[in-house]
C-alpha cells in the first residue's frame, strides 16, 4: 500500500487531537481520561503558577480544581487515601520522570531489566542502606524519604549539582524505585510516599513479565497513539527509547507510514487517527514548558515552527524569554511567550511576547486577544484577579483588557 501524503497542517492538526488540545474528546473522562490518552505526564519541581503535572490536564480541560487533579493522580486531597484501593497511577521514567497508569506497569520491565543489569543508574548504591530500606517498608508500611532517613547529605550548596548530595537511604529507596521492588503511588504534599511493590501493584499486573519486544512494541504503539503522526525520532522521545528499539518495534506495532510534506524524515501515523477527519475547537491556554505537545524541541520547531527552550536554569543574565516561559496555544498554533509569577492576587507577566507571524498586521488583534485570553483564564485558576504585563513585544501586549 502506498504511503499516504499529509500536508503539514493536517499533520500539525493530527497531533493536537491526539494530545487532546482539539475537540471534546478528552474532556469526556477528565483527568484520568487525559493521562489516559497521553501516556504518561511530567513531573517536575519547579512551581510558579501551579506544578507541570497540574498544569497538563488544565491546559486540555480548563479550570479544573486542583484538588480534584491531585485526587485523579494519586486518590485523595493532597495524597491522602479514603482507606485501601487500588492504584491508579505509579511514577517511574517515561519520557522523564512522569506519572503513568498504572495499567502499563508491566510495560516498563525492559527498563527495570535494564537497570538490574547495569547494576547502578547514577549513584553507587550502598547494600546495607538497600537492605534497611527493605526491612523498614516491610514492616512500617509506607513511608517518605524524610521518614526514612532524610534525603540529603550534609547542608548541601543550593545549585544543581546539590541533587547529587542525596543520603544514602534516599540513592537506595530510588534505586529500589529503578528495579520495581519499591514503587510510588501516591504523594503528600511534594513528597514522595514510597511502598513495596509487592504491597502496592496489583498482583496480575506486577506478575505480568512481557518480554523487551513486547513492551518496546507496545510504548511505540502508545508513543504513535499520542502523537498521532510521528518521526522515528519522535517516536523514540517520547518513551526516551533508543532509535533502534523503535525501528526493530515498528512493524509490529500497526503503525502506518505516511510523507508528510516539507519533513525531512519518514512519518508513521495512528490508523485511527487518519480514519476521522479533525474536528472541534481548539484550546486557547498557556502550556506548561514539560507540556508532551512541546517537551520535545526538535518536534516542536518542524510542527509549530516554534524555537521551545526552558531558561530556568539559564543564568538570568542570559535568559531570552523569562525563567518559566510558557508557550501560548491558540487557533491550534503556538503564537507566543508568557513568562508568570503571582504577587498576591495578581497574575504577573514578567515578560510577554508574540512570534512574528502571529504578530502581522492581519493577526495582530486576533493574537493579543487570544494572550490575554489565556493568562486570564490562568489567572482564574489559580484564584488571582488581576494581570498585570511589565515586559512586552509588540507594545500592543501591554494593553489587558
Given amino acids: 500500500m502506498p504511503d499516504l501524503d499529509l500536508t503539514p497542517d493536517e499533520a500539525r492538526r493530527l497531533q493536537l487531537r491526539a494530545q487532546g488540545l482539539i475537540g471534546a474528546d478528552a474532556r469526556r473522562r477528565g483527568v484520568p481520561g487525559v493521562l489516559d490518552r497521553l501516556g504518561a505526564v511530567q513531573l517536575d519541581t519547579i ?16 479550570a479544573t480544581g486542583r484538588a480534584a487533579v ?25 519520557h522523564a520522570a512522569s506519572i503513568i497508569p498504572v495499567r502499563d506497569w508491566p510495560l516498563f520491565a525492559f527498563r527495570r531489566r535494564h537497570y538490574a543489569e547495569r547494576g547502578h543508574r547514577w549513584h553507587q548504591v550502598s547494600a ?17 524519604t524524610r521518614e526514612l532517613g532524610g534525603a540529603r547529605s550534609g547542608t548541601g550548596d ?11 537511604h534516599k540513592i537506595a529507596v530510588e534505586w529500589l524505585l529503578d528495579l520495581g521492588e519499591v514503587v510510588c503511588v501516591r504523594r503528600i504534599g511534594w513528597r514522595r510516599v514510597y511502598d513495596l511493590a509487592d504491597r502496592a501493584i496489583p498482583a496480575d499486573l506486577r506478575d505480568a513479565d512481557p518480554d523487551d519486544a513486547t513492551c518496546l512494541t507496545e510504548l511505540v504503539r502508545r508513543a504513535g497513539r499520542a502523537l498521532g503522526v510521528a518521526t522515528r525520532a519522535d517516536l523514540a522521545d517520547y518513551y526516551r527509547l533508543r532509535r533502534d528499539q523503535v525501528e526493530a518495534a515498528l512493524p ?30 481548539h484550546a486557547t491556554t498557556l502550556l506548561s514548558p514539560f507540556d508532551s505537545l512541546v517537551w520535545d524541541r526538535a ?16 543564568p538570568k543574565a542570559k535568559r531570552v ?5 510558557m508557550p501560548v496555544l491558540a487557533g491550534g498554533r503556538l503564537i507566543g511567550r508568557v513568562d508568570p509569577a503571582r504577587e498576591g492576587r495578581t497574575l504577573v507577566a514578567r515578560q510577554v511576547s508574540l512570534e512574528p507571524r502571529a ?13 490575554h485570553e489565556a493568562m486570564r483564564r490562568a489567572a482564574e485558576w489559580v484564584g488571582c484577579d488581576d494581570v498585570r504585563v511589565e515586559r512586552c513585544d509588540p507594545p500592543e501586549l501591554a494593553r489587558v483588557p
Fill in 70 to 94: 491531585e485526587t485523579a493522580y494519586w486518590g485523595g486531597t493532597d495524597g491522602a487515601l479514603d482507606g485501601p484501593r487500588p492504584p491508579r497511577t505509579f511514577e517511574y521514567w517515561a
Fill in 47 to 62: 512551581s510558579v503558577l501551579a506544578r507541570s503535572h497540574e498544569l497538563v490536564p488544565y491546559a486540555r480541560l480548563g
Fill in 128 to 144: 546495607e542502606a538497600v537492605a534497611d530500606v527493605r526491612a523498614r517498608l516491610a514492616a512500617e508500611g509506607p513511608l517518605t
Fill in 252 to 281: 509490529a506495532t500497526g503503525l502506518v507510514p505516511v510523507n508528510v510534506a516539507g519533513w525531512r524524515d519518514a512519518a508513521f501515523a495512528d490508523p485511527d487517527a487518519l480514519a476521522e477527519p479533525v474536528r472541534g475547537r
Fill in 359 to 371: 504578530a502581522t498586521p492581519g493577526r495582530l488583534a486576533a493574537s493579543c486577544a487570544a494572550v
Fill in 299 to 314: 518536534r516542536t520547531s518542524r510542527v509549530f515552527g516554534f524555537d521551545h527552550r526552558l531558561e530556568a536554569y539559564v
Fill in 321 to 325: 524569554h523569562g525563567y518559566f516561559t
Fill in 158 to 168: 543550593g545549585t544543581m549539582t546539590d541533587s547529587w548530595r542525596w543520603s544514602e
